[in-house]
């Protein structure tokens, strides 16, 4: 069974940082592109950073560059996200993803397994 389990997640006040992780089990996708995906309230998953099966190519939505870093280690199956700079708008919760295809995607259609999701809320 394919699972991917993200922790890290928690409150922190504005300015400050967390790391995110997303164990993945049940399958190795280290030729896979992994991605991270956020959800606040009332509002639709969007996009946040995305890492090809290399770990050369990434992409970020505009308003988390400079800030928030997206990085693998494939030897442990393992995604990360470091968010630094933390504003409040970046509360919501915090989904890790599996695409289907090796290179960088924007688009959730291509990411086949989804984690469960970690709150992070940032208070002002």
């Known amino acids: 069974q394919v699972q991917l389990v993200e922790s890290g997640g928690g409150l922190v006040q504005a300015g400050g940082s967390l790391r995110l992780s997303c164990q993945a089990s049940?399958?190795?996708?280290?030729?896979?592109?992994m991605g991270w995906f956020r959800q606040a309230p009332e509002k639709e998953r969007e996009f946040v950073a995305v890492?090809?099966?290399?770990?050369?190519?990434?992409r970020y939505t505009d308003s988390v560059k400079g800030r928030f870093t997206i990085s693998r280690d494939n030897g442990k199956n393992t995604l990360y996200l470091q968010m630094n700079s933390l504003k409040p708008e970046d509360t919501a919760v915090y989904y890790c993803?599996?695409?289907?295809?090796?290179?960088?995607?924007?688009?959730?259609?291509?990411?086949?397994?989804w984690g469960q999701g970690a709150q992070v809320t940032v208070s002002s």
């Open positions: 890492i090809n099966w290399t770990g050369g190519t990434i």
């Open positions: 049940g399958r190795n996708f280290s030729n896979n592109a």
């Open positions: 993803a599996a695409s289907r295809r090796s290179i960088t995607t924007k688009t959730r259609a291509d990411f086949e397994y």
